[in-house]
């Protein structure tokens, strides 16, 4: 026997993998995949494996490889074994594994598991639709099966370079699915398949089969598309030897739906979740809601951190029925974790979208992280999004040359009837002392107000001085934003929307200009 022979040995305990294809960013499947494949693996104090079937290489690309393992990073799955971790079954990309696959095909050739198969794809093709149209089956009819020594030496006189298939055996395979319950497929409906390409290179059924043995996988939790392929990878397991006690149980996890109950794909909704993370969703967000999408922690709770999900996911608690993909579920569930993070937590995640919006240096400066810091609190109650961030704090961060207000709600509030008001509120701050949110709070409430113009709170702080300082009508609390903001700032951004509201232009070309910019 050698190293790479089937004995399934005693590896100890759960040994579960997530096998991606990289062949793009990680989607929303993939990643639930994987966060079942790790909360198993943490539920049962078993090890979690990484492994990239990338032996494709022309769908498969080292960036691609990467950009996955940035993104299980990124949401703390972390692997036992795989790429970067190393691990006795290596090595973990399906490129570095070919002599292996070779040996177990000509081990399947000789044992008389498998077979050359000269078929072209255009006589594959005409057999199919005379099957389809005769009402058989329109599978491989196993038509090279048993040929002669005559036949095969014509199809290589015909320069034919043959694959290799695997000789499905009759009858009927039947498992018990940790998700599904017991399964049985009528190898009636499952012909002989191919094990390799013309050149030699791996297909699937025979690369996962043969690393699942040889990495000794005590459980393939995977998606439902997979499920018609179980029986083939049972084939391959008996025709390396492996005993029947010693397969891997299979968990077909439910399909994730889009909006339209159909199965979730990027014709009908963003699955990347790359996507998501550029838009400010947090990792333990998005690990809360997929685990949602098929399992339940129970007790009607939603929310749980990944420690308590190590902690009590169960594969029999997997729903068998598929589950729908809802954005604004992850939305308000991502507006939770936004709210229970530690401000100082929160000031770190947000900043490198200020940055990305060019608000902020990267690194930021002193006053920059300390102005960071002291803003942050003020929104973190308010967004579902880190990506909102940008929009609310921005005005405290931008250049005055650069301050813009936004049309619409400029061209509502800064009317001339706004005039007064604006004129009130920057004599009355010109001499608020000391220059806190308190004392700030005071001097507009008694110049707005009952005591001053007697105006409504709603009338006197939601409309034309929140959109002279902050450019919008929604935003931070004024009174702390206007602190932040400091004295001359303030009173600059006061007396420009009084021009603007006034019909000027605010940056002094006169009456009429009303361009709306600061």
Same mark, same amino acid.
């Given at each position: 026997m050698t190293e790479h022979d089937a004995a399934p040995g005693e590896a100890g305990g759960v040994r579960v993998r997530f096998a991606p294809s990289p062949s793009g960013d990680l989607h929303v499947g993939n990643v639930r995949t994987a966060l079942y494949d790790w909360a198993f693996a943490r539920s049962t104090g078993g090890r979690f494996v990484l492994r990239i079937e990338d032996t494709d290489q022309t769908r498969v690309t080292p960036e691609y490889i990467e950009s996955a393992q940035d993104t299980l990073r990124w949401l703390g799955l972390d692997w036992d074994e795989g790429p970067g971790a190393g691990g006795p079954f290596g090595p973990y990309l399906q490129s570095e594994r070919l002599d292996i696959y070779t040996e177990w095909v000509d081990r399947f050739l000789s044992g008389g598991h498998a077979y050359h198969c000269y078929c072209s794809q255009e006589e594959l093709a005409q057999r199919r639709e005379a099957a389809r149209q005769a009402g058989r089956p329109s599978g491989y009819d196993g038509h090279c099966r048993d040929l002669t020594p005559a036949?095969?030496?014509?199809?290589?006189? %015909?320069?034919?370079?043959?694959?290799?298939?695997?000789?499905?055996?009759?009858?009927?395979?039947?498992?018990?699915? #940790?998700?599904?319950?017991?399964?049985?497929?009528?190898?009636?409906?499952?012909?002989?398949?191919?094990?390799?390409?013309?050149?030699?290179?791996?297909?699937?059924?025979? !690369?996962?089969?043969v690393d699942d043995v040889i990495m000794k996988i005590t459980h393939v939790v995977?998606?439902?598309?997979?499920?018609?392929?179980?029986?083939?990878?049972?084939?391959?397991?008996?025709?390396?030897?492996?005993?029947?006690?010693?397969?891997?149980?299979?968990?077909?996890?439910?399909?994730?739906?889009?909006?339209?109950?159909?199965?979730?794909?990027?014709r009908n909704g963003v699955v990347s979740i790359n996507w998501y993370r550029s838009q400010g969703f947090l990792p333990e967000a998005i690990d809360n809601y997929l685990a949602l999408l098929g399992w339940s922690p129970g007790e009607n709770r939603e929310l749980f951190t990944m420690?308590?999900?190590?902690?009590?996911?169960?594969?029999?608690?997997?729903?068998?029925?598929?589950?729908?993909f809802d954005v604004r579920k992850l939305e308000s569930i991502n507006g939770d974790k936004i709210r229970a993070l530690e401000p100082a937590d929160f000031a770190a995640r947000i900043t490198p979208f200020l940055a990305e919006a060019g608000l902020v240096a990267t690194p930021p400066t002193a006053a920059e992280a300390e102005?960071?810091?002291?803003?942050?609190?003020?929104?973190?109650?308010?967004?579902?999004?880190?990506? %909102?961030?940008?929009?609310?704090?921005?005005?405290?961060?931008?250049?005055? !040359?650069?301050?813009?207000? /936004?049309?619409?709600?400029?061209?509502?509030?800064?009317?001339? /009837?706004?005039?007064?008001?604006?004129?009130?509120? %920057?004599? !009355?701050?010109?001499?608020?002392?000391?220059?806190?949110?308190?004392?700030?709070?005071?001097? #507009?409430?008694?110049?707005?107000?009952?005591?001053?113009?007697?105006?409504?709170?709603?009338a006197a702080f939601s409309g034309a001085l929140r959109v002279a300082i902050t450019g919008r009508r929604t935003g931070p609390p004024l009174f702390q934003s206007i602190e932040l903001l400091g004295r001359d700032r303030a009173l600059g951004r006061l007396a420009r929307a009084r021009v603007i509201a006034a019909g000027g232009d605010p940056n002094g070309g006169g009456a009429g200009g009303g361009s709306g910019l600061l």
């Open positions: 036949q095969i030496a014509a199809y290589e006189a %015909e320069g034919r370079r043959p694959v290799v298939r695997f000789k499905m055996p009759p009858g009927s395979t039947t498992f018990t699915d #940790l998700v599904r319950g017991e399964v049985t497929f009528d190898h009636a409906h499952v012909p002989d398949f191919t094990l390799t390409r013309s050149d030699g290179a791996p297909l699937y059924t025979l !690369a996962v089969a995977r998606g439902e598309d997979l499920l018609s392929s179980t029986p083939r990878q049972i084939a391959v397991y008996r025709a390396m030897g492996v005993p029947e006690a010693r397969f891997p149980v299979f968990a077909h996890l439910p399909y994730v739906l889009g909006p339209n109950g159909q199965k979730l794909s990027k420690a308590e999900m190590a902690t009590e996911f169960d594969l029999a608690k997997v729903n068998k029925n598929a589950a729908q102005l960071i810091a002291a803003s942050a609190p003020l929104i973190q109650e308010r967004i579902a999004t880190l990506g %909102e961030v940008p929009a609310m704090l921005g005005f405290l961060f931008i250049d005055e !040359a650069k301050f813009t207000i /936004d049309p619409d709600d400029g061209a509502k509030a800064l009317t001339p /009837d706004a005039e007064p008001v604006l004129a009130a509120a %920057e004599e !009355a701050l010109a001499s608020v002392e000391p220059w806190a949110w308190e004392a700030i709070e005071r001097a #507009l409430r008694g110049a707005l107000l009952e005591d001053g113009l007697g105006l409504k709170p709603r």
